[in-house]
């Protein structure tokens, strides 16, 4: 997952592969509620891992529910019965599906609670709810504005007595999370005589209100409804486990999928891209997004559990839609009518303005910078894309720490005009999709050119390693420190039985050809195996030298080195980097330092490390060093013609990153401060 301050997407092409989707949120929050409310215990399978489920588990062993965690797998030990373990203050990010529905349950338990989140999510209202809990005799109270988070449950002396006489009301064309948060928490209340829920006015977002009623059933609720108006819970509901439960793929996280099969698979070879995890039988109601992205071109086919995704039509077809019944995955069609021909319209979405941030206003504000143009109102938006490819713009999407914008917009990333999209806050996918722009990566193509390179060269104990690996970090980019490729060929050749001569020197090559290294979390790994520590003897910088004395070893390991420039982008730091391996590469800097500072940098580095050293002898070795890396007759030590050079004598390693990422940003299609 991305934790950088911005991820910047080269133009992409020729979408192709395999993507497995992570669990829907919708479901894997309500299974875990519905498993606190049962008695037994539930092993929850594929459950989605992401803010929002993180703070719902955390809510959950709060008020005294067991829970497990294994991977996907979560074992929930439920209530059953039990009064909740309170006072307790709870805090539940912007999760909606988590603050709406543990609101009621936690108001019908009985208990003292205070339900409190980000600032976003103390602007989404939730007064129609807290309207219908007090219809009922709940003593719920605001602990800042009228109608809106952070709130506090007080019943410290247990649920007062309920009105259940008349059927309780709720609005139903704001959020349907308010009705589904009652229908979670009644069934609680529901002993000898049913109880009613009278919907007012036209209930939005009918099909998340399906998936409610199904995992009801799951649970042993079964809920009748009359027209989606009206809703009744039998007498003498109770909860119980099932016992396990399989979490669904997320049909939502499933649109940007189609919508990439649809957009970019065309042309000689027809590809297409495979969904596993959600098929056409789903019971999500976003999965209809397949049938506005049929409607607009694309050719999708499908099974239990898995969907196939072609182009069809190109361009794609402009449509006019209704889009209540797939109000999150309908944002996904405002980027797909981008690669439309004509106008498409999207209505019916007034939930949109309050979900994770105003959602039309949002999408409007980056199409157009894009290059749409966009119409909005109350409830419907309408995009025109640009009229020819010379018409769309390099933009800086902002994306209002809201998931799906962030992932509808990666989408642009794949436009005619092969321009770069720059994703401001990538790490925002995490509330639902945390891997998902490793997912996007691995069903596109994009050419070597478009992968931006940062080279940083320079002697040894310059600091370069620890720079380039600080800027990799910061970019969201890969990291290859090329000194250590030589040393881990040497370990895998003596761990493979190859003596480092030249009698072995084409076996050691057809080895280095593959080897599979990857610098991760200030650590080396080859494979599984961590050789951080292995490969900085003494002894493995004697065998790293004698396999660089053979060449076909050495051409090799320059193949193997290319092999790292992949999506997002690639720091490399080395003594040749953009001399040799990386000579296109749009920045190359050479880092270097005094002799002095560098051998006190040593120094230091070997006293810390408890062995034992002398300044005036580390120095004179690194000039003597110096000296003979500078007169080698392959890949001298020198700056590339155009490489910038950075004294870092007297800079802190921070200062010398930001050196590097200013002379980044200053070489980028984008502000390095979207406005906005």
């Not at 965690?69 to 805090?91: C, D, H, M, N, Y």
């Not at 990439?260 to 999500?284: F, H, M, N, R, W």
């Not at 309908?330 to 498409?344: F, H, N, R």
């Amino acid at each position: 997952m991305y934790s950088t301050a911005f991820l910047d997407l080269p133009p992409l092409q020729a979408a192709a592969g395999e993507v497995h989707l992570p669990g829907s949120k919708s479901i894997s929050n309500r299974v875990l509620l519905l498993a606190a409310l049962s008695n037994g215990t539930t092993t929850v399978h594929d459950l989605l891992a992401s803010d929002d489920t993180r703070v719902m588990l955390e809510a959950l062993r709060q008020i005294g529910c067991t829970v497990d965690e294994a991977g996907s797998t979560v074992r929930i030990t439920g209530l059953g019965g039990r009064l909740p373990q309170s006072p307790a203050k709870l805090f539940l990010g912007n999760a909606g599906t988590a603050m709406r529905p543990l609101t009621a349950a936690l108001a019908l338990l009985g208990g003292e609670f205070e339900l409190s989140g980000v600032p976003r999510m103390h602007e989404r209202p939730i007064g129609d709810l807290i309207d219908a809990l007090r219809q009922l005799g709940c003593q719920i109270d605001y602990l800042g504005n009228d109608g809106y988070p952070p709130l506090r449950i007080a019943h410290g002396q247990g649920v007062p007595a309920l009105a259940l006489a008349e059927p309780i009301r709720v609005r139903g064309d704001v959020s349907s999370q308010f009705l589904t948060a009652l229908l979670m928490a009644l069934p609680l209340a529901a002993g000898a005589q049913a109880v009613v829920i009278e919907v007012v006015g036209e209930l939005i977002s009918k099909p998340y209100i399906a998936i409610t009623l199904q995992l009801l059933a799951r649970f042993g609720i079964v809920v009748e409804h009359q027209n989606w108006q009206r809703f009744t819970i039998p007498a003498g509901s109770r909860y119980q486990s099932p016992g396990s439960i399989h979490v669904e793929a997320d049909a939502s996280s499933a649109s940007y999928f189609i919508a990439l099969g649809a957009i970019a698979t065309g042309g000689e070879g027809q590809k297409s891209i495979k969904i596993q995890g959600v098929g056409l039988d789903s019971i999500q109601g976003d999965i209809r997004f397949v049938e506005a992205a049929r409607a607009m071109g694309a050719v999708v086919t499908g099974g239990p559990n898995w969907l196939q995704i072609e182009r069809g039509a190109w361009p794609l077809k402009a449509i006019e839609l209704d889009c209540n019944h797939i109000p999150d995955a309908a944002m996904t069609l405002a980027v797909m009518a981008l690669y439309a021909e004509g106008t498409t319209t999207l209505t019916n979405i007034a939930s949109w303005r309050v979900k994770e941030t105003d959602r039309i206003a949002a999408m409007a504000t980056e199409l157009r910078k894009l290059g749409a143009t966009v119409e909005e109102g109350a409830d419907y938006i309408r995009v025109t894309p640009p009229a020819q490819p010379a018409d769309w713009k390099a933009a800086s999407i902002h994306t209002y720490d809201d998931h799906r914008v962030a992932m509808c917009f990666s989408l642009a990333a794949f436009n005619p005009a092969a321009l770069p999209v720059r994703i401001e806050d990538p790490k925002c996918v995490a509330k639902t999709f945390p891997d998902y722009f490793e997912a996007l990566f691995s069903v596109a193509q994009v050419e070597t050119t478009h992968i931006p390179v940062i080279c940083i060269d320079g002697p040894t104990a310059s600091g370069k390693g620890t720079v380039a690996a600080a800027v990799a970090q910061r970019l969201g980019y890969r990291f290859l420190d090329s000194g250590a490729m030589y040393r881990i060929t040497a370990l895998a050749s003596l761990r493979a039985g190859l003596a480092i001569d030249a009698d072995h020197e084409a076996r050691i090559a057809t080895l280095a050809q593959t080897l599979p290294v990857r610098f991760e979390g200030g650590k080396v790994w080859l494979g599984n195996d961590d050789v951080t520590e292995a490969i900085r003897t003494e002894e493995a910088g004697m065998n790293a030298s004698r396999v660089s004395a053979l060449p076909a070893v050495r051409t090799a390991l320059v193949d193997l080195q290319h092999s790292f420039q992949r999506l997002p982008g690639l720091v490399a730091d080395g003594r040749d980097m953009g001399t040799v391996i990386f000579p296109e590469a749009p920045l190359k800097v050479y880092l270097t330092a005094s002799a002095a500072c560098r051998a006190e940098r040593r120094y230091k580095q070997l006293i810390s490390k408890g062995f034992s050293a002398s300044i005036e002898d580390l120095r004179a070795d690194l000039e003597a060093r110096d000296a003979r890396d500078s007169s080698r007759s392959v890949a001298p030590l020198k700056p590339a013609q155009d490489a910038l050079v950075l004294d870092n004598s007297d800079l802190t390693i921070e200062q010398a990153v930001e050196q590097v990422l200013a002379w980044w940003q200053e070489r980028q299609r984008f502000a390095a401060s979207a406005q906005h």
